[in-house]
């Protein structure tokens, strides 16, 4: 009716006689308000009491502070505890304050326990750390020293390896900062003592199948591409100590490379093939002729260790009969390495023994250097 005003009453909060919110006077007041009252309009009641309580959930949080998280996370935690104590609350079942408080203390320690680990462990070692630690302040005190992994063992009824596993996983909960400082008076950290990932280690497999790959190939061009990629020299200059032209490097290490990367490919290397199929010339030609009483050698392509055996057989029979002279002619040898120099100088001391002379002609001069070098330069023509 006109006139008449409309006043809404608002009941003060019941306190008790320290002062301190009576939550279950408030919780039996908030069962009764949302009796009968439909779902939307218990959350106008809901909130007042969530409110109303808060400072109860705040001293619990506080009770937890100095433990390594924020206090403000505690609270947020606490929160949420209350939350769902108010929700699950039922006045038939007892106090409100001992339910809310078991609530959200067991909020609080679910957090301790899933949330605040540096590291993740296991559910069921983490609840064993928690007996661990309780064990171990109990029989700290019947035994006056710390216990041993037995003794613990035997008090919580587990094996020894589980023991050890929680002991090793507590460290987990809080891990030492990388940038900590190591001690003393230095000023490393301890960030500085973690080896780096080596990206070479990915290249280890690959560098393993070239060096394989290359005492495949012939002596020249094994020669060529450590001079050009080990010793930084240039093709001129690799040229020169050959004495073959420029170009010719230019192709042979194009025909080495080529040969590298489809070996690398392959399940099996491919057979090394120098301008034509390898069944058709080998890797070296060594072939012995007789002219009446001299005997001619005549060597042609790479004698490396392969063909080492075949020149030291070759070489020995040239001496046998006692020829009038024995001829090696290298000029279509293109590179001896230390097995077929070793298979010459078998030949030469043959020879010596036997009383026959022995000439080294045309050669070329990347194979006058090896032979110098190894003590046939006397012997040997151009």
Do not use: C
């Not at 008076?185 to 080896?195: I, K, N, R, Y």
């Not at 100088?345 to 006058?368: F, H, K, N, S, Y």
């Amino acid at each position: 009716m006109f006139g008449q005003t409309t006043t809404t009453t608002t009941t003060a909060p019941p306190t008790n006689e320290r002062g301190l919110e009576d939550l279950d006077a408030a919780a039996l007041a908030y069962a009764a308000r949302i009796e009968g009252l439909p779902p939307e309009r218990r959350q106008e009641a809901r909130d007042d009491l969530v409110r109303f309580a808060l400072p109860f959930a705040g001293r619990l949080a506080r009770r937890y502070r100095g433990r390594g998280e924020p206090l403000e996370d505690l609270e947020q935690v606490a929160r949420l505890g209350l939350v769902n104590a108010v929700d699950r609350y039922d006045p038939e079942r007892g106090s409100f304050t001992a339910y809310a408080a078991i609530t959200i203390v067991g909020e609080i320690k679910r957090h301790f326990r899933d949330r605040t680990w540096g590291v993740h462990v296991p559910r069921r070692l983490r609840d064993l750390i928690l007996e661990v630690g309780q064990a171990t302040a109990a029989l700290t005190s019947e035994l006056s020293r710390a216990p041993s992994v037995a003794e613990l063992a035997a008090r919580l009824e587990t094996p020894e390896e589980e023991i050890l596993a929680a002991l090793e996983s507590a460290a987990g909960y809080s891990p030492a900062s990388l940038n900590a400082p190591v001690g003393g008076e230095s000023s490393a950290e301890f960030g500085d003592l973690v080896g780096e990932s080596d990206n070479a280690l990915e290249s280890v497999d690959d560098r393993v199948t070239v060096s394989g790959l290359l005492h495949r190939l012939p002596w020249r061009e094994r020669r060529i591409l450590a001079m050009r990629f080990y010793g930084n020299q240039t093709q001129a200059e690799i040229a020169a100590r050959f004495g073959i032209s420029q170009m010719h490097v230019s192709r042979l290490l194009s025909r080495a490379l080529t040969w590298l990367r489809q070996a690398m490919l392959a399940d099996a290397p491919p057979p090394w093939q120098n301008g034509v199929a390898e069944s058709e010339t080998g890797r070296n030609r060594i072939a012995l002729k007789r002219t009446g009483d001299r005997v001619v050698v005549e060597i042609g392509g790479e004698i490396d260790r392969d063909g080492a055996d075949q020149l030291r057989r070759v070489m020995l029979e040239a001496v046998t009969g006692r020829p009038r002279e024995v001829v090696v002619d290298l000029d279509g040898a293109g590179g001896v390495d230390a097995g077929g120099i070793a298979a010459l100088m078998a030949g030469r001391d043959a020879a010596a023994r036997t009383g026959v002379p022995l000439r080294l002609t045309r050669v070329q001069p990347a194979v006058r250097r090896s032979l110098a070098a190894a003590g046939l330069p006397a012997t040997v023509e151009a």
